[in-house]
């Protein structure tokens, strides 16, 4: 699977949109990007996928620029509860690992 | 639709023992994966159950194996625990459908302690 780079942390005032940063260069044709996050201590949870296009669901949105090389994912109103550690991972359509990397710690301040 | 579920959801052990965890995908989901995370190496991939056979496995030493029953429930098995082996044990389940993305939907995990 492609590597990922992700900042550190990130932090975010409650209502606002956050902005999460991925890189992933070598990237192939066949890899998707996924996201998850966890919150402390608790089992990761699926948010969002995406090959090329960009995708809406109920929790977030994905942008993936042309050349595939970065995605950024996007919570339109972050809360509270928001705060998490996110993942971005890279992998083939019929892989079954996934590969975490350190992820981005997300902090939504009041 | 019931999520993953996991039991024990917390275990404490003594070096030496020997630990069972027990995964229960959701329902229709056909594979179950395995992850361990602690906090110095991260989330890591321990091995994938498919149709009741191993289909893909992690770096991890014979001490940890696994089993999956024909109704897909699985069941991970870690042998002559270690003080390294604390950590929290995720399991995930997916349809694992061919030719196509396979979102894979994670428990709450089981957090063993060894001591």
């Known amino acids: 699977d492609a590597k990922t780079t992700q900042p550190t942390s990130m932090d975010c005032a409650e209502g606002r949109a956050a902005n999460l940063p991925c890189n992933h260069s070598t990237i192939s044709g066949n890899e998707y990007v996924y996201w998850y996050r966890q919150i402390h201590s608790q089992g990761p949870q699926y948010i969002i996928h995406?090959?090329?296009n960009n995708e809406t669901n109920e929790m977030a949105s994905l942008i993936i620029t042309e050349d595939r090389k970065s995605s950024t994912l996007i919570l339109p109103h972050a809360t509270l509860r928001d705060t998490a550690v996110y993942y971005c991972i890279v992998r083939e359509t019929s892989g079954s690992r996934l590969t975490f990397g350190e992820g981005t710690q997300l902090t939504v301040n009041p | 639709k019931a999520g993953v579920t996991q039991t024990p959801r917390y275990l404490i052990k003594t070096r030496g023992q020997q630990v069972t965890l027990s995964c229960s995908p959701i329902?229709?989901?056909?594979?179950v994966s395995w992850y361990q995370q602690t906090p110095g190496q991260g989330l890591q991939f321990l091995f994938e159950y498919f149709s009741e056979t191993q289909r893909n496995k992690g770096n991890f030493p014979g001490r940890f194996s696994g089993r999956q029953f024909s109704n897909s429930r699985s069941e991970m098995n870690v042998s002559t625990l270690e003080l390294g082996d604390s950590a929290l044990y995720l399991c995930?389940?997916?349809?694992?459908?061919?030719?196509?993305?396979?979102?894979?939907?994670f428990g709450p995990g089981t957090r063993l302690t060894v001591l």
């Open positions: 995930a389940s997916s349809f694992r459908r061919q030719f196509s993305t396979d979102t894979q939907y």
């Open positions: 995406g090959l090329k």
């Open positions: 329902s229709g989901h056909r594979s």
